[in-house]
């Protein structure tokens, strides 16, 4: 088994137990179709915070979700990763990005800032948001403490 296979399955088993603990595979579960964001809204707020982390096994899967199932524009999801500045004509979308990049930055949220990802996303929408970038920063992390490259193949579940 490759060094890539052998280091993912070893922090996939340990997570594994962990996750139960936490129920983070329920939170990931709840992410793909319970929450109250948009499957677009989902990858952007994941793109950018995979790429605040540098982790390359997730921006690799996460910038052909975000293309395939969020159907945003390739150039889009680019920039996410890249770092770059993107806006989006989609208010909600646009409130994401602009509230993933303001707490991964870390900065403060500026009051304006709050009151429009409320208006926009609802208290539910503002806490699934905080919750998936805490759960995503969770990952990447972990997938960097064992050097999961973006080349690796995907575990068998």
């Not at 490759?2 to 939170?27: G, N, V, Y």
């Not at 208010?91 to 009051?111: C, D, E, G, H, N």
């Given at each position: 088994?490759?060094?890539?296979?052998?280091?993912?399955?070893?922090?996939?088993?340990?997570?594994?137990?962990?996750?139960?603990?936490?129920?983070?595979?329920?939170?990931?579960?709840?992410?793909?179709g319970?929450?109250?964001?948009?499957?677009?809204?989902?990858?952007?707020?994941?793109?950018?915070?995979?790429?605040?982390?540098?982790?390359?096994?997730?921006?690799?899967?996460?910038?052909?979700?975000?293309?395939r199932?969020?159907?945003?524009?390739?150039?889009?999801?680019?920039?996410?990763?890249?770092?770059?500045?993107?806006?989006?004509?989609?208010?909600?979308?646009?409130?994401?990005?602009?509230?993933?990049?303001?707490?991964?930055?870390?900065?403060?949220?500026?009051?304006?800032?709050?009151?429009?990802?409320?208006?926009?996303?609802?208290?539910?929408?503002?806490t699934?948001?905080?919750?998936?970038?805490g759960?995503?920063?969770?990952?990447?992390?972990?997938?960097?403490?064992?050097?999961?490259?973006?080349?690796?193949?995907?575990?068998?579940?």
């Amino acid at each position: 088994m490759p060094f890539a296979a052998r280091a993912a399955s070893q922090a996939s088993s340990h997570q594994l137990e962990i996750a139960t603990c936490i129920r983070l595979r329920s939170l990931g579960a709840y992410y793909q179709g319970h929450s109250s964001l948009s499957k677009a809204e989902i990858e952007i707020a994941t793109n950018l915070t995979n790429a605040k982390w540098l982790a390359g096994y997730s921006n690799y899967e996460h910038e052909i979700i975000a293309e395939r199932d969020g159907g945003l524009p390739p150039e889009k999801v680019e920039a996410l990763i890249a770092g770059l500045p993107t806006s989006s004509e989609d208010p909600r979308q646009q409130v994401v990005y602009q509230i993933t990049s303001t707490l991964i930055a870390p900065r403060v949220v500026p009051t304006g800032l709050y009151r429009r990802a409320v208006e926009l996303l609802g208290h539910a929408g503002l806490t699934d948001l905080t919750v998936l970038i805490g759960y995503f920063t969770c990952v990447s992390i972990s997938l960097r403490a064992y050097d999961v490259p973006s080349s690796a193949v995907g575990l068998k579940r």
